[in-house]
């Protein structure tokens, strides 16, 4: 089950326009397009090393955390 703040994930599909038609590669620079990656609250250690590892490996400067949305609100 998904938490409900990820609830417009399923609009996208609607929302994005068509940039181009399949089969066409588009280049482009992921470090503009990713501020930061968000691993789930109850992500175990070793998931969060690994998706930082790989981004480490593939050049992305974006931050690797984990998510705080089971924090207690303040």
Same mark, same amino acid.
């Given at each position: ?13 609607? $929302? ?9 590669? $588009? ?26 590892? $790989? ?18 609100? $303040?």
């Amino acid at each position: 089950m998904r938490h409900r703040r990820y609830d417009q994930e399923d609009t996208w599909p609607e $929302v994005l326009p068509d940039i181009a038609p399949a089969g066409v590669d $588009v280049g482009v620079n992921p470090n503009v397009l990713i501020e930061a990656v968000v691993v789930a609250p109850e992500a175990t250690e070793w998931l969060l090393e690994l998706v930082q590892a $790989v981004s480490r490996r593939y050049g992305l400067t974006a931050s690797v955390a984990r998510s705080d949305l089971d924090e207690e609100p $303040v």
